[in-house]
């Protein structure tokens, strides 16, 4: 029963850390002067900017973008805009041509095969001329002098990215996924913005944010470019810094399956990016980030298997004891599991959803997706596993006559005799009898 008690208040614990105790430990680093230093700035000195824009199929939206993009306060000489064209077959590259015509800053990058974004980056930032490379979505719009702030912080030598807030737009209209991912990215900005004061914000914006070009590092296809580039940043030595004045806006995701989908998709590339990369990390150099990183992401990828043990564990302990606390704690698992049946029911129907449902469902819905990511990654590193297993099999069985020939070499040469001696004719005395 002991070790059940144990087990049962580290899960909690584990569970409640990343948005109650993690926050609390930055705030108290912070206020105790275990910190970074305050990044330099250097608002004079502006460096030259490729804004680089991802699209694909965004008709609807690049027309817009570009007059956003085009009124941005800063120098037109130190100004380059390159929209990189995922083989979109809709009007969306004919309209950044219209506007290329017109302003020669303005370029397309067109991959004829479409391979998703992080290999399209690979070929815009081949084709940038800036010092610093802005990234961007199509259907993010930025306020008037975003980029001045994002790049004002490439003053300091440490700093090798800078990300900005992007805000989601507020309507009447919105639906329960909206809120609920609107008030889930609220508190990552707040997060965001403790972690820069500390030591390095864990990953980036695809929406809006700014690296060094020299730090910019092939990407694989399936690399999550605002993750996996941030990450290697890191490990050579540079910080990234968060700056909530440098601020676009973008409609959150209005269906709970569509983003369902997304944050599986981005928990397994994720979970995969930190173990191709962890072994770049000094333990000692990189301890505060290493820290910050298994405290913001790593742990709740890996909240749903402890919320299952949890509940199992809990139900262990009412069992037996009936104890009020627990009881209660047992209660209020039931009804989290209650909700998010209730909200995945209800969603499914396209209907309206309680908040008191909605963000139970949420949450556990966030927790899901990221526990099948892993799982995912997992079948496909098996998948890989066994594909080289094979492929190995083949390679032995193709070497197996030569293994065998180096073999009998090595013999001959250890008794003295070479091969083509024993292939040649000899006599050998046997007993009554001469042999050729």
Known sequence: MIVLEYIFWVLVVLLVYPYLIYPALLKLMIKLGLRAGEPQSDSSNLPRVTFMISAYNEEAVIDEKLRNTMALDYPADKFEV???SDACDDRTDDIVREWSAKDARIKLVRQNERRGKSAGLNHGVAAATGDVIVFSDANAMYKNDAIRELVKYFGDAKVGYVMGAALYNQSEGDTEATESEGLYWKFELLLKKLESEFYSVVGGDGAIYAIRKGLFFPLRDDDINDFVNP??????GYRGIFNEKAICYEDAAEEFGKEFKRKRRIANRSWRAVKRTIGSYGIF????????????????????????LLFLITLALVIPSQNVFYTVALAAQIYMFAA???????????????KLIYLPYYFYLVYYAAMLGIWDERKESSMQFGIMYEMLKQLKAQQKPQMAQQTIRRRNRKSGKSLAKLMRPQWFVLPNAVVL
């Open 285 to 308: 150099r990189d301890a505060p980030f290493l820290w910050e990183l298994v405290s913001h992401k790593v742990i709740r990828w890996f909240s749903m298997p402890m919320i299952i």
């Open 340 to 354: 998010t049946f209730i909200g995945a029911k209800l969603d499914a129907q396209q209907q309206s959803i309680p």
């Open 231 to 236: 990450l290697q940043i890191v490990s050579k």
């Open 82 to 84: 390159i929209v990189v």
